[in-house]
């Protein structure tokens, strides 16, 4: 079982849209999908119940989305302990003020939860709408 199938299940619980959750883990849907139907089959039970209007979780996959968050949670405790990063953070910025981030991201290094943080030189107008352009 791989955690990012795990992953990729607490998502679209969460959003309850393949769509949804593709965009959030900026993958593509039909690879959520594939994993979703692999940890399905590896399972051996439906976790999510599929109409073309909707997505929800099934009894088990109500059961299994506790545990999934619990794993996850466990394996960035890990990684925490293992010195590696537990998130990656992207901060879109001008890459004129990248200098201003300087204290802020050396205190992120060394603090109890350290992420990595990826700075992305991003237009203004894509800054505004909240999201990077592709």
């Known amino acids: ?19 949804r959750a593709a965009q959030r883990l ?7 999908s594939q994993q979703i139907t692999r940890l399905e089959r590896e399972l051996g039970v439906r976790l999510l119940e599929r109409t073309s209007r909707r997505v929800r ?10 545990t999934a968050r619990e794993t996850l949670a466990a394996a960035a405790r890990v990684r925490v302990v293992a010195g590696e990063p ?15 981030l300087d204290r802020a991201l050396d205190r992120l290094r060394v603090s109890e939860r350290p992420a990595e943080p990826q700075l992305i030189d991003l237009p203004v107008t894509a800054r505004l709408a909240g999201r990077p352009r592709r």
Request: charged fraction near 15%; charge should be neutral; hydrophobic fraction near 55%.
């Open 86 to 100: 537990a998130a990656v953070l992207r901060i879109g910025t001008a890459s004129c003020a990248t200098w201003r």
């Open 26 to 32: 900026s993958i593509v849907q039909s690879a959520v």
């Open 57 to 66: 979780l099934t009894p088990a996959g109500e059961r299994v989305l506790a």
């Open 1 to 19: 079982m791989e955690l990012r199938a795990l992953h990729y299940f607490v998502t679209v619980a969460e959003e309850l849209h393949f769509g």
